[in-house]
Antibody
Framework: QLQESGPGLVRPSETLSLICTVS??????????WGWIRQPPGKRLEWIGS???????NLHPSLKSRVTISVDTFKSQFSLKLTSVTAADTAVYYC???????????????WGQGTMVTVSS | DIVMTQSPDSLAVSLGERATISCKSS????????????LAWYQQKPGRPPKLLIL???TRESGVPDRFSGSGSGTDFTLTISSLQAEDVAVYYC?????????FGQGTKLEIK
């Protein structure tokens, strides 16, 4: 299982920070990356980036300058930081298990419930 | 980046009838070296996260009812529900994982007529 946690409201220009806790399996599995995907209200899903347990990351080019994804294998958690947020970053943020080493690319077989983050003053 | 376009945006089908959803990619997602289409389908019910239904354009995930089937190759794909059940009401998304960044279609909302 995956569970997102973090503030539901972030001020414009500040940093959005979320944590995903992985349970019922090992975050250090060699088969998987761990990803973040978001869904703005009424819009399509957008992949943000994924991380391997070693710390290797792949990030969406359009967000790369503002995104940091990190992993803490001891806590079985990975996290997302998105800087300089604007209203356009308002979305439901999902963490998900990325089947990268199984399908040789990014597809997602287990998802967290999602957490709504609103950017507003 | 590869752009995924689904049609229709919404669809109403009677219970027990067939539902068909189309997905087109802006470039081929068929990898010639292994002849596999890097195309997935997801189902998202209201208030729930997406659920992976199909990989490789036509391979159902474990536990997915066999009334769900995927077909197509290259740039044109179809998700078919052979006999619509009430629990199939959801938004369906296609996703390409052929090239980074992976990308999703805009979704097709499926309702009961």
């Amino acid at each position: 299982q995956l569970q997102e946690s973090g503030p539901g409201l972030v001020r414009p220009s500040e940093t959005l920070s979320l944590i995903c806790t992985v349970s019922g399996g090992s975050i250090s599995s060699s088969s998987y990356y761990w990803g973040w995907i978001r869904q703005p209200p009424g819009k399509r899903l957008e992949w943000i980036g994924s991380i391997y347990y070693t710390g290797r990351t792949n990030l969406h080019p359009s967000l790369k300058s503002r995104v940091t994804i990190s992993v803490d294998t001891f806590k079985s958690q990975f996290s997302l930081k998105l800087t300089s947020v604007t209203a356009a970053d308002t979305a439901v943020y999902y963490c998900a298990r990325d089947m990268k080493h199984i399908v040789a690319s990014d597809a997602f077989d287990i998802w967290g419930q999602g957490t709504m983050v609103t950017v507003s003053s | 980046d590869i752009v995924m376009t689904q049609s229709p945006d919404s669809l109403a089908v009677s219970l027990g009838e067939r539902a068909t959803i189309s997905c087109k990619s802006s470039q081929s997602v068929l990898y010639s070296s292994n002849n596999k289409n890097y195309l997935a389908w997801y189902q998202q019910k209201p208030g729930r996260p997406p659920k992976l239904l199909i990989l490789w354009a036509s391979t159902r995930e474990s536990g997915v009812p066999d009334r769900f089937s995927g077909s197509g190759s290259g740039t044109d794909f179809t998700l078919t529900i052979s006999s619509l059940q009430a629990e199939d009401v959801a938004v369906y998304y296609c996703q390409q994982y052929y090239s980074a960044p992976c990308s999703f279609g805009q979704g097709t909302k499926l309702e009961i007529k």
